[in-house]
């Protein structure tokens, strides 16, 4: 059964059409490759909120999350594709990271603008406890993703 970049089953396929592992060289102008870049980038930022998305809502399963050591090997899988591959996946980790750094959990930027449209809206700051608390439990999520992304990738080492 063919799934998706998700890992879900494709309930419709595409007759006639697959990939045929020829690559094309295209070359692009100046405000041509610009346009291209921009597209590939907002695409880029959609395919990772729906992937949050699909996290968040349990669509694809947490086991989907890779650490460090996945890092390395889709790294090292595109820098053996050439180097092309690798500009272009150096680049979607950076997308990826300024996305991330969006969501409003307070040790990021996403939750230090959360804090200010909090702000914006109530006419004060929230105290110091709350900030501090939240703050703490920010640092919690994100220690407990960088966790279970290496016990992931330990787990698919193992076997």
Do not use: C
């Not at 494709?10 to 059409?17: A, H, L, P, S, Y």
């Not at 996945?70 to 820098?79: E, F, L, P, R």
């Amino acid at each position: 059964e063919d799934k998706n970049l998700f890992g879900e089953p494709i309930k419709r396929r595409i007759i006639g059409i697959s990939p045929s592992g020829a690559r094309v060289v295209v070359h692009y102008g100046l405000v041509d490759g610009i346009q291209y870049a921009w597209q590939e980038t907002i695409k880029a930022s959609m395919l990772i909120v729906q992937s949050v998305e699909k996290l968040i809502t349990g669509a694809v399963g947490t086991d989907k999350l890779g650490g460090i050591i996945t890092i390395v090997d889709i790294t090292a899988q595109a820098s053996h594709a050439g180097l092309v591959a690798l500009f272009f996946f150096t680049a979607l980790i950076s997308v990826n990271l300024g996305v991330l750094n969006l969501l409003p959990i307070p040790a990021l930027d996403g939750g230090h603008i959360m804090f200010n449209l909090y702000e914006m809206i109530r006419g004060k700051e929230p105290s110091e406890q709350v900030l501090y608390y939240m703050t703490v439990t920010g640092w919690v999520i994100l220690g407990g993703l960088m966790v279970l992304g290496l016990y992931n990738d330990i787990h698919r080492l193992m076997g």
